[in-house]
């Protein structure tokens, strides 16, 4: 089973033409303990938990440490994670938190590969990126 943990805009430095994630999400409370507790608690382990609705990848190291830190209590529930990211550049540091915290999926998302169309959309990367990362 994967549990998802909605974390809008976190780690995205602009807002896609489309995107408004706590719409989306429905998710009001910008306190991430809150929201990942809210969210654990309803459900019993082992389970994988997806972190969806940000970039990871633009989040900054010390930023991604503490994330994960609110996930201590509910470790023996949870078999590993998954993330959704944009496919932008990442830093050796950034993987290496990742593989400590048990991230075995990490899937890049990409909503056309017309580099005109991306751009309209504000994505800020390309088709290539995609391909190159």
Known sequence: ?????????LGCHTRCTYCNQQLITDVKDTDLGTV???TLNAHQGPYEVGLFAGNIFGIEPDQLRRLFAHFEGYRERIANFRVSTKPVSMRNETLEILKANRVTVIELGIPTFNDKVLSR???RHSAQDLISS
């Open 121 to 123: 959309l504000n994505r």
């Open 1 to 9: 089973m994967i549990v998802p943990v909605f974390l809008p805009h």
């Open 36 to 38: 990942i507790g809210k």
